[in-house]
């Protein structure tokens, strides 16, 4: 045993023999670096999943926040709609409804009958409101009061679209339908 080390030790004193150590101790070197560097890529990798996860976690978490104070925010202000317990909604439907009655349209789900009684309440629960688009459901209002229909579609269409209607919008005025005091002038057949 003590004459392989002899050798050993003659084979590091001689040139060529050092030359091999210094090679082999550089591959080593070489192949701990190469190794360090390999799990250095790895934890780098690993963190940048770990942060990707994280801020796509928290953009969900934000979107999240955002469509739920949207929500709060649009159950507050048709909260805010509210007088005396009738909703404006509630008064689009009717309207919607009673304008149903009278437009011609692919589709149309429910109708009410326009009548003055009706007419009356909705303009004195519009005018106690605060609806936003007060003004302009009232003057609705008045003019099938005074009989005029030659808006019907156009006002079936402004609360159907209040109403996020998706289906129906009116496409003419059904004439037969009309109430009894209306002063619609049905267009004439005869050609001249």
Known sequence: MFKV???IEAALSSKKGKIICGVVALAVIGLIVFQEVQEAKQVATEKARVEAVQADKRAAQLKADEEKKAGQERKAAAENQ????HPVSLVYEEMHEMANSIVISDDIWEEKPITKADIA???NTIRGSTYKDKQIL????????????SQAVTDHDFVWH??????GRATGIDTDNLPSWSNFQKPSSRKK
């Open 138 to 149: 009232v003057a609705m209002l008045q003019r099938w009061d005074n009989g005029i229909f």
């Open 5 to 7: 080390l002899d050798r």
């Open 121 to 123: 309440r909705l303009i």
């Open 162 to 167: 209040a109403l996020e209607g998706n289906v």
């Open 82 to 85: 509210y007088n005396n317990n």
